[in-house]
Structure formats: structure tokens, C-alpha cells
């Protein structure tokens, strides 16, 4: 029986093992490394933004060492900045592109392409569907390596929220009526007028929003001091209970002091 059982074992120990070298040898193995990424995590309907990504270690797998950097954005207006630079960190070439996707920017080691730095400018887009939980988001860069032969895989995606000014106002209100309802524990009646402001706030009835907000702040701080007050009254009456027990306890003793008396 053991022999069968290790016969078993090493067959399935066998084929998860060949099972890893067939999965390593169809999955693309990273090939660069991002240094650094410099973005913002929201931004404002219609302002400008900047992220930047450098990337570094761009030669990871030695048999590749030429290849090519593509992006995408969800930004408009856009303007791409290539920056290649060499071992010494001297800049080696720079292009731009326009648009929101870019490809075709050649990585070589043969170039002394040693690092790139890749900067995205655009300004932030349109809510198609705002959303409270979880809040809208847009893509803000994603980069892409394509091998020759037109393999891609990819080295990094980033997005970011995006809002208005007055859908800004009304989820700073809904989040102080969040927390308020958080601080009451239990208060039901908030809780579901807070939905009724989330439901609001994503059909975009801002200010149908804000004043349920503040409703349903209104009725937790509401439901919370009602709570401390009787949790107050709790408190008291068990304070009497217990001086009533002393007291009860102090007479009794007392008449059995003197009911003792009486007998001697």
C-alpha cells in the first residue's frame, strides 16, 4: 500500500513539475522593470495632468535585447514623451508622440539604450457613469512591451479617479455621513436615507445628493446621542440598583444586630 502511495505521489509531483516548465515556457517572462512611476491618483474634469514611468533593467532576458515600448491613455490632448538614455545616464534620443495610444518607440541595447523615461500629458476626461463605491476611474498610462514576431505583454497600468467640482462636494458629503453612521453603530433610519443619497449622487443629482448627505448625518448624530443617552440611563439605574442592594443589605444587617440584642 505505501509503495502504491509513493508511486502516486511521484506521478503527481511529475506532471505539476511539467506542468510549471510548459506554463514558463508559454508565459512571456518579464523583460523590464519600472524604476519609478510619478502620477497622480485623481484629478479634476478638464485639467491637465503629467504622469511619468522610467523604466530600467531593460534587458532582464538576455535574449532579448531589442524590442518595442508601446502606451495608451484614456487622456485627451495627449502628448507622449520618449527619453532613452545611456549607462552614464546621458540622454541618448528623445521623441514625441500624439494621441492616445503611441507605438513603434525602439529599446536596443545595441543603441546603449540603458534607461527610458516615458511622460504622458493630457487633460483629465469626461464621467460617462458617476459612482460612489467604487469611485469612477479612467486609464491614465499603460505601457506594453512587443517582442519581435508581435508578442506583447505588459509592464504597467495605472488609473486614476476622476470628478467634478460638484461631484466632488457631494462625496465629501456622503463621506461625512458615512462616518457619521459608522459612529452611531445602529441607526437605520440614516442608513437608508444615505442610500437614497448614494443612489442620487450616481444617477448625478448633486444637490438631491448633498441634502440627503446631510440628512442622513443629521439623523446618525442623532441616533448616536439617543444612544449615549440611554446607555446613560442604563448606567444610572444600575447605580441605583446597587445602592439599593447596599442599603437593603446595611438594614438587614442592622435589624439582625438588634433582633441579636433583644435576645441576649
Known amino acids: 500500500m505505501t509503495k ?9 509531483l511529475a506532471a505539476l513539475a511539467t506542468f ?10 518579464a523583460a523590464v522593470s519600472v524604476a519609478s512611476t510619478d502620477a497622480p491618483d485623481t484629478g479634476e474634469v478638464g485639467t491637465q495632468v503629467t504622469a511619468t514611468v522610467t523604466l530600467d533593467a531593460l534587458y532582464k532576458d538576455p535574449s532579448l535585447e531589442q524590442w518595442q515600448l508601446a502606451g495608451s491613455t484614456g487622456l485627451n490632448n495627449v502628448t507622449w514623451t520618449v527619453t532613452w538614455y545611456d549607462q552614464t545616464g546621458a540622454k541618448v534620443n528623445q521623441q514625441s508622440f500624439d494621441g492616445g495610444n503611441f507605438s513603434g518607440a525602439t529599446v536596443s541595447a545595441a543603441e546603449n539604450h540603458a534607461e527610458v523615461q516615458v511622460k504622458v500629458t493630457g487633460t483629465v476626461p469626461a464621467i460617462e457613469q458617476f459612482s460612489y463605491e467604487p469611485q469612477q476611474q479612467f ?3 499603460e505601457l506594453q512591451q ?18 467634478t ?21 445602529n441607526a437605520p433610519e440614516a442608513s437608508k436615507t444615505f442610500d437614497n443619497a448614494v443612489s442620487a449622487y450616481n444617477a448625478g443629482n448633486f444637490d438631491n445628493a448633498i441634502d440627503l448627505a446631510n440628512t442622513a448625518e443629521k439623523q446618525a448624530k442623532q441616533a448616536q446621542s439617543a444612544q449615549q443617552r440611554n446607555r446613560l440611563i442604563m448606567y444610572g439605574v444600575a447605580a441605583l440598583v446597587v445602592v439599593a442592594l447596599v442599603v437593603g443589605g446595611v438594614l438587614y444587617w442592622r435589624s ?8 441576649g
Open 4 to 12: 502504491t502511495n509513493l508511486s502516486h505521489s511521484s506521478k503527481l
Open 20 to 29: 510549471a516548465l510548459l506554463t514558463a515556457a508559454v508565459a512571456p517572462a
Open 139 to 141: 486609464l491614465l498610462v
Open 146 to 163: 512587443t517582442r519581435s514576431g508581435g508578442t506583447s505583454n505588459e509592464i504597467l497600468s495605472r488609473t486614476a479617479t476622476h470628478y
Open 165 to 185: 467640482e460638484d461631484s466632488r462636494e457631494a462625496r465629501q458629503a456622503l463621506d461625512a455621513a458615512a462616518a457619521a453612521i459608522d459612529a452611531a453603530g
Open 256 to 263: 439582625q444586630q438588634d433582633s441579636y440584642d433583644k435576645l
